[in-house]
DNA sequence: CAGGACGATGTCTGCGGCTGTCATCACATA
DNA sequence: TATGTGATGACAGCCGCAGACATCGTCCTG
């Protein structure tokens, strides 16, 4: 055993979170990560860029799917439906399996360095769709307005969705984000409203 | 001379700006910096939690801006107008001094680490928006939208001011922000003409 | 003006994150 | 069976960062 045990990523990752969870971020060394796993430190970084890539292991999928559903998105749909619709789908997938996603955000939440990287994650996430909006004619500014906004409503809508499970009360993600959506809109609408000339 | 001269905390935010400006973030040894101010490398670890903080010294200034201009907007603006009120504000701030800006970001933004800890920050700006603004009366979720959003559009627009000037061409960052405020509620107003019920 | 009190700095020491380098192992393939 | 290839282990080392303690300047007090 040890050696060529099947998928050292998975297992590490596993691990990882795992170990944070109990211990904490800091408390935990990669050797320790590691030895978890069967393997040895300096194969973990062989795995991973550093200690807090191991907990954002299937970012790259969720960016695909970001940037398929932005660029499958109805051709007369504009920039700020597109993207709606995008967090909207990965929406659906984390819900379909919230436990690992609440676990990642409890650990994550805590921690200033894994916040800082979640972050870097919804940057690249932004920038990525913003692409996806040029590729679809949207201009330059608009697309990363849209873009960005839609991270920022993501990150919002995404903490009230976790602080809700903690009560039980509050459902489905996907509709939560459409609400957000709406809302942000409102504020503008009212804003336009009101001071139509500022 | 070394010991008591004074200002340590600002002579070793110069001097890493310089370093770091010079040979790049990561070829710079936290001991060289300290060297470089006439200090040691425990010195500059007690003036700075870790190496990437020294690049953010004013930022607690620029956060009071931020708050006191939320607070001090006009009772009958809205959020998104209080929001806006403050990054022009402190747009006008740094556009008083537009080198270190620029130098400024020229090594923030070839770095990953420190982009992470730049987007920390801007989290830490839109988290003090939105307690100003529900200090305001503003209810939870429009605060905490209009406050994220207010930090994506200064994300975006900044980046555009910094590359206009290396054109010469751009110029007030105030009035650069405003527009930018109005092209992203131009966004979600042609969404609501053209999609209504969705 | 002597004598602390106190905060800032220097020195020493050590852990852990992370990397380069090379040997070694499992497996596929001829 | 030999050999190539990619993954892993073993070893050594740098640097970020922190704890502990000595030392130095300044200021306050008697």
New binding site residues.
Partial sequence: M????PN??GRLAKAALTLYAEQGF?Q?????I?RSA????????????????VLFYGSDSVLDLLVQAVAGAPPAAGPIDAVSAALQAVGAVIQETPEPARLRYAVVSVNQELRERELAKLAEFAAAMAAALRDRGVPELAASLAAETGTAVYRVTFARWIAGQAQLDLGDLPELLRESMAELGDVFTDRLLSFPAS
């Fill in positions: 040890g050696r060529w045990e050292a990523r800091e935990t060394t990669a050797a320790e590691a069967g393997l040895t430190e300096r194969t973990f970084f062989r795995h991973f860029a550093d200690k807090r890539e």
